[in-house]
C-alpha cells in the first residue's frame, strides 16, 4: 500500500472482532496509486457513539475527479479486453479476501456508521456475496441471434460493457452499496469511479485496498470523497468519456442528478429512497410477523432504504401484534454498535436523531399515542429510543416521510381493500411487507401493491441473486440477479448478410 495517510483499526473489544488487518487508506485513490489530494485538505469521519473524530480522510478538488476519469480512461480498454473468466476469478478472490476478514470490516462499519455489530458482519457478508454472484454471472453474459423477419439477413445482439461508470453510495450499507455496483460492474468489464457517503467512506477506503490485494488493476476502481460532492460529480457525469451513473441514495438528491444527467443523456440506474408498509392480516401467525417485523424495522436501527415504515394490522390482532412487537423492541440493547452486547447502535449523525424526534413529535401533536420510548437519551452520541407508536392519524408525516430510525406507527385497517388503498398511497414503491396464513390471498394482494419488491410471511427481501430496485419515485432500474450485470452493458445490435 502506498497511501500516505492510513488509519489502524484499535479499540477491537474481546470477544468482539479479530484482529485488525493493519492500515487503512484515507487518501483517495486515482489510477495505480493512493494521493493525498490536490487541496491537501482534510474531512473528518466521526464516530456517532460518542461524537468523536476517529480519523480524517483526503477532500478531493475538481482536478481530483478529473484525474479519476483519466485513470479509469486508460485501464478502460484494456479491462473490457480482459477475458470475462480472468475477471471474474478476480472477483472471486475480492469475495475470498472480505470473507477472510469479516470481522474487522464488521468492526470498522460499526465504528463509522454505528450499528450493531451483528448486523455489521451480515452487512459484510452480504456485500461479499456480490462479489462472489458476480464472479459467476461475469463469463454468463449471452448475446442473441435471430433471423430477419422479412427473410433478408440476420440480427445479432451483444451487451458489451457501457462504459466508465461514477458508482455514488449512501452512508447506511458502505460495504454492500458499494460491492452491488463494483461487482456487476468490473464483471460487465466497465472501469469505475466510487464516490462513497462522506460519514462512512473508511469502509469504502478499506475494500478498495482488499480489491488492489486481489489484483485488480490499477485504474479500474478509484475512489474520490469531495467534501461537496456536487461540483466534482457533475463534472464527472458531464465528461463524454463517462456513460454510464449508478446512485443509491435519496430520491431528493436522484431527482436532481437525474436532472444534471439530463444534460448529457447520460445512462442512469437510481435506488432510491422507500417507504414501506408492513401489512399484518387477521389470519396471520403473530409471533411470525413479528419476527418479520423485528427484521424489517429494527436492522440497522431502521436505517435501511428497506425497513418498514409503517404498519398496517388487521383490527382483531392489532392489540396482540403491537403488544408483542414493542416488547421484543423495547428489550434491545441500545449502545455503542461495537459493542458485541447492542442491539441498536446511534443513528448516523446528530440531524437525522432530531429529524425522527420531530417526525414522533409532530405524529404526537396530532394525536398519536407513544407504547414505548420517544424520548431522546441525553448523550454525546446521536442516539434515537426504539419507539412505538399507535393512534397514528392518516395525516401524520411520519406515514409519509421516511424514517430512517427505531419508530414503528401502528394503524389499524379493517378490509383487504383498505390495506391495499393505504399501501399504495405514496410517491415511493421500493418493498412492501405482508403477513397472512392464507398465501393465496397474499400472492393475489402482492401483485396488486404497486412495488418493485414485495416480502410475503418474509421481513427480508435483500438477495444477491434477486433484482433489487423501486418502481415509481423509489428508482430505475435493477441491482443484483443477473438484471445488475445488464445495467452495466449496451446492445449492439448488427445486422448481417451471410
Ligand atoms: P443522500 O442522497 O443524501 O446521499 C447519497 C450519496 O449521494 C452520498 O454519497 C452523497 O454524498 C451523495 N450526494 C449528495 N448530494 C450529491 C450531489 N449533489 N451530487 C453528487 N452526489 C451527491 O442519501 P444518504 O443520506 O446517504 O442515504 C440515505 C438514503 O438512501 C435514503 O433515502 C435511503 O432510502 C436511500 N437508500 C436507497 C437504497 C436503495 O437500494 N433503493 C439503499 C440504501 C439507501
Given at each position: 500500500?502506498?497511501?500516505?495517510?492510513?488509519?489502524?483499526?484499535?479499540g477491537l473489544?474481546?470477544?468482539?472482532?479479530a484482529?485488525?488487518?493493519?492500515?487503512?487508506?484515507?487518501?483517495?485513490?486515482?489510477?495505480?496509486?493512493?494521493?493525498?489530494?490536490?487541496?491537501?485538505?482534510?474531512?473528518?469521519?466521526?464516530?456517532?457513539?460518542?461524537g468523536?473524530?476517529?480519523t480524517?480522510?483526503?477532500?478531493?478538488?475538481?482536478?481530483?475527479?478529473?484525474?479519476?476519469?483519466?485513470?479509469?480512461?486508460?485501464?478502460?480498454?484494456?479491462w473490457?479486453?480482459?477475458?470475462?473468466?480472468?475477471?471474474?476469478?478476480?472477483?472471486?478472490?475480492?469475495?475470498?479476501?472480505?470473507?477472510?476478514?469479516?470481522?474487522?470490516?464488521?468492526?470498522?462499519?460499526?465504528?463509522e456508521?454505528?450499528?450493531?455489530?451483528?448486523?455489521s458482519?451480515s452487512?459484510?457478508?452480504?456485500?461479499?456475496e456480490?462479489?462472489?454472484?458476480?464472479?459467476?454471472?461475469?463469463?454468463?453474459?449471452?448475446?442473441?441471434?435471430?433471423?430477419?423477419?422479412?427473410?433478408?439477413?440476420?440480427?445479432?445482439?451483444?451487451?458489451q460493457?457501457?462504459?466508465?461508470?461514477?458508482?455514488?453510495?449512501?452512508?447506511?450499507?458502505?460495504?454492500?452499496?458499494?460491492?452491488?455496483?463494483?461487482?456487476?460492474?468490473?464483471g460487465?468489464?466497465?472501469?469505475?469511479?466510487?464516490?462513497?457517503?462522506?460519514?462512512?467512506?473508511?469502509?469504502?477506503?478499506?475494500?478498495?485496498?482488499?480489491?488492489?490485494?486481489?489484483?485488480?488493476?490499477?485504474?479500474?476502481?478509484?475512489?474520490?470523497?469531495?467534501?461537496?460532492?456536487?461540483?466534482?460529480?457533475?463534472?464527472?457525469?458531464?465528461?463524454?468519456?463517462?456513460?454510464?451513473?449508478?446512485?443509491?441514495?435519496?430520491?431528493?438528491?436522484?431527482?436532481?442528478?437525474?436532472?444534471?444527467?439530463?444534460?448529457?443523456?447520460?445512462?442512469?440506474?437510481?435506488?432510491?429512497?422507500?417507504?414501506?408498509?408492513?401489512?399484518?392480516?387477521?389470519?396471520?401467525?403473530?409471533?411470525?410477523?413479528?419476527?418479520?417485523?423485528?427484521?424489517?424495522?429494527?436492522?440497522?436501527?431502521?436505517?435501511?432504504?428497506?425497513?418498514?415504515?409503517?404498519?398496517?394490522?388487521?383490527?382483531?390482532?392489532?392489540?396482540?401484534?403491537?403488544?408483542?412487537?414493542?416488547?421484543?423492541?423495547?428489550?434491545?440493547?441500545?449502545?455503542?454498535?461495537?459493542?458485541?452486547?447492542?442491539?441498536l447502535?446511534?443513528?448516523?449523525t446528530?440531524?437525522?436523531?432530531?429529524?425522527?424526534?420531530?417526525?414522533?413529535?409532530?405524529?404526537?401533536?396530532?394525536?398519536?399515542?407513544?407504547?414505548?420510548?420517544?424520548?431522546?437519551?441525553?448523550?454525546?452520541?446521536?442516539?434515537?429510543?426504539?419507539?412505538?407508536?399507535?393512534?397514528?392519524?392518516?395525516?401524520?408525516?411520519?406515514?409519509?416521510?421516511e424514517?430512517?430510525?427505531?419508530?414503528?406507527?401502528?394503524?389499524?385497517?379493517?378490509?383487504?381493500?383498505?390495506?391495499?388503498?393505504?399501501?399504495?398511497?405514496?410517491?415511493?414503491?421500493?418493498?412492501?411487507?405482508?403477513?397472512?396464513?392464507?398465501?393465496?390471498?397474499?400472492?393475489?394482494?402482492?401483485?396488486?401493491?404497486?412495488?418493485?419488491?414485495?416480502?410475503?410471511?418474509?421481513?427480508?427481501?435483500?438477495?444477491?441473486?434477486?433484482?433489487?430496485?423501486?418502481?415509481?419515485?423509489?428508482?430505475?432500474?435493477?441491482?443484483?440477479g443477473?438484471?445488475?450485470?445488464?445495467?452495466?452493458?449496451?446492445?449492439?445490435?448488427?445486422?448481417?448478410?451471410?
Amino acid at each position: 500500500m502506498n497511501s500516505a495517510n492510513i488509519y489502524t483499526l484499535t479499540g477491537l473489544k474481546p470477544g468482539g472482532a479479530a484482529p485488525p488487518p493493519g492500515a487503512i487508506p484515507t487518501d483517495l485513490l486515482i489510477g495505480e496509486s493512493w494521493r493525498e489530494g490536490s487541496s491537501r485538505r482534510r474531512i473528518p469521519v466521526h464516530n456517532p457513539a460518542n461524537g468523536e473524530v476517529i480519523t480524517t480522510i483526503a477532500d478531493a478538488t475538481l482536478e481530483d475527479c478529473m484525474a479519476a476519469v483519466d485513470a479509469a480512461e486508460k485501464a478502460a480498454p484494456g479491462w473490457a479486453a480482459t477475458p470475462a473468466r480472468q475477471r471474474a476469478e478476480i472477483l472471486r478472490k475480492c469475495f475470498d479476501a472480505m470473507i477472510a476478514g469479516a470481522d474487522w470490516l464488521a468492526h470498522l462499519i460499526s465504528l463509522e456508521m454505528g450499528k450493531a455489530l451483528a448486523d455489521s458482519k451480515s452487512e459484510v457478508l452480504y456485500a461479499a456475496e456480490f462479489f462472489r454472484w458476480y464472479a459467476e454471472e461475469a463469463p454468463r453474459i449471452r448475446g442473441e441471434i435471430q433471423d430477419s423477419p422479412g427473410g433478408a439477413n440476420k440480427i445479432l445482439v451483444q451487451y458489451q460493457p457501457v462504459g466508465i461508470s461514477l458508482l455514488i453510495t449512501p452512508w447506511n450499507f458502505p460495504a454492500a452499496m458499494a460491492t452491488r455496483k463494483i461487482a456487476p460492474a468490473l464483471g460487465a468489464g466497465c472501469t469505475v469511479i466510487l464516490k462513497p457517503a462522506i460519514e462512512t467512506p473508511l469502509t469504502a477506503l478499506a475494500l478498495a485496498q482488499i480489491m488492489l490485494d486481489c489484483g485488480v488493476p490499477p485504474g479500474v476502481l478509484n475512489v474520490i470523497t469531495p467534501l461537496d460532492p456536487g461540483p466534482g460529480c457533475r463534472a464527472i457525469m458531464h465528461d463524454p468519456r463517462v456513460r454510464k451513473l449508478s446512485f443509491t441514495g435519496s430520491t431528493a438528491v436522484g431527482r436532481k442528478l437525474l436532472a444534471s444527467a439530463a444534460e448529457t443523456v447520460l445512462n442512469c440506474s437510481m435506488e432510491l429512497g422507500g417507504n414501506a408498509p408492513f401489512i399484518v392480516f387477521d389470519d396471520a401467525n403473530i409471533d411470525d410477523a413479528v419476527d418479520g417485523a423485528m427484521i424489517a424495522k429494527m436492522r440497522n436501527g431502521g436505517q435501511a432504504c428497506t425497513a418498514s415504515n409503517r404498519f398496517y394490522v388487521q383490527r382483531g390482532v392489532a392489540a396482540e401484534f403491537t403488544r408483542k412487537l414493542a416488547a421484543r423492541m423495547a428489550a434491545t440493547k441500545m449502545g455503542d454498535g461495537t459493542d458485541p452486547a447492542t442491539g441498536l447502535g446511534p443513528m448516523i449523525t446528530r440531524k437525522q436523531a432530531d429529524k425522527i424526534a420531530g417526525l414522533v413529535d409532530g405524529a404526537v401533536a396530532e394525536g398519536a399515542t407513544i407504547t414505548i420510548g420517544g424520548q431522546c437519551p441525553d448523550s454525546k452520541g446521536y442516539f434515537y429510543p426504539a419507539t412505538v407508536l399507535t393512534n397514528v392519524p392518516p395525516t401524520a408525516a411520519i406515514l409519509k416521510d421516511e424514517i430512517f430510525g427505531p419508530v414503528a406507527p401502528v394503524v389499524t385497517f379493517d378490509s383487504e381493500e383498505e390495506a391495499i388503498r393505504l399501501s399504495n398511497n405514496t410517491q415511493y414503491g421500493l418493498v412492501a411487507y405482508l403477513y397472512t396464513g392464507d398465501i393465496k390471498k397474499g400472492l393475489n394482494i402482492a401483485q396488486r401493491l404497486e412495488y418493485g419488491m414485495v416480502g410475503v410471511n418474509r421481513g427480508l427481501v435483500s438477495d444477491t441473486a434477486a433484482p433489487f430496485g423501486g418502481v415509481k419515485q423509489s428508482g430505475l432500474g435493477r441491482e443484483g440477479g443477473h438484471h445488475g450485470l445488464l445495467e452495466f452493458t449496451e446492445c449492439r445490435y448488427v445486422a448481417v448478410t451471410w
